[in-house]
């Protein structure tokens, strides 16, 4: 699915595939239920995501090729707007609302070994432009952060999954420390900036992982797990305040499961 929001009781979860169906369906999580709303205009899956639950962006993904659409949220329902310049699924963004979001990452076309792509590209409320390529191509890594101010952790290259992370400055991407764990197609939150992100969940080779790890701007560090290990899952929010939804769970059925993060407190004790 598509995700939005930034706390565990403000999400927005959009499109998918419930197999073997494509949907648009939206729906609003209050911490409490979820609520079904308007369509996506245009059912897909594996698609590109950032936003609130007022205002957020549905972009490319499986439709039921590779597609350059891109839809807009304005609290209330979808309208399409001008599209990616390189139809991509598998891909993912980062952004404050519909207004800003930088796209990178996705899978474009077979055969496998081309088809994996580094391509990003900045939206600015109106159009995208191409700007510089991330060091390392993958489809269906993590993301975290803003336009200006991003992350892409993780991913599968098309031959093996990833740990690699980089960070994006606004301008270019840097390789920095890598994850735990290389993996893909795990959910991910933190919608500030590049210094803070989780990763959760997602597809070590062969398996399905309940991870999580957290980002301090520096290294990740792994901390609770989530209670039932799942990959391609759905997540929003901040390191200290975060929801993951849906996904696939052993041996492959879908799932409805809705997890609630809150960072856990630490303390510290001096020994006389």
């Not at 696939?248 to 809705?258: D, Q």
């Amino acid at each position: 699915m598509g995700s939005a929001g930034v706390s565990n009781s403000s999400a927005l979860a959009f499109g998918g595939n419930t197999t073997p169906a494509t949907v648009g369906v939206t729906e609003s999580y209050d911490g409490t239920t979820w609520t079904e709303l308007n369509d996506l205009s245009s059912p897909r899956y594996q698609i590109g995501s950032n936003g609130t639950q007022t205002s957020a962006l549905a972009i490319g993904g499986e439709a039921p090729a590779p597609s350059t659409l891109t839809e807009s949220w304005n609290g209330t329902s979808w309208t399409e707007v001008n599209d990616l310049n390189t139809a991509r699924r598998l891909l993912r963004a980062a952004g404050t609302d519909n207004t800003s979001s930088l796209a990178f990452a996705g899978y474009t076309n077979p055969p496998l070994a081309t088809g994996v792509s580094a391509l990003t590209e900045s939206w600015n409320g109106t159009s995208w432009t191409e700007v510089n390529d991330l060091n390392q191509a993958r489809y269906a890594p993590g993301s975290a952060g803003v336009a200006t101010s991003a992350l892409c952790f993780g991913g599968y290259m098309g031959t093996a999954d990833s740990a690699n992370t980089e960070s994006w400055n606004g301008t270019s991407w840097t390789e920095v420390n890598d994850l735990n764990e290389a993996k893909s197609d795990m959910a991910s939150a933190g919608r500030t900036d590049n210094t803070s992100a989780l990763s959760a969940g997602g597809q070590p080779p062969g398996t399905k992982t309940a991870n999580v790890e957290e980002w301090d701007g520096t290294s990740w560090t792994e901390t609770n797990n989530l209670n039932t290990a799942r990959e391609r899952l759905a997540g929003n929010g901040t390191t200290s305040s975060a929801a993951v939804y849906g996904g696939t769970t052993v041996p492959g059925a879908n799932t409805t499961a809705t997890e609630e993060w809150t960072k856990p407190t630490y303390t510290t004790e001096t020994l006389g």
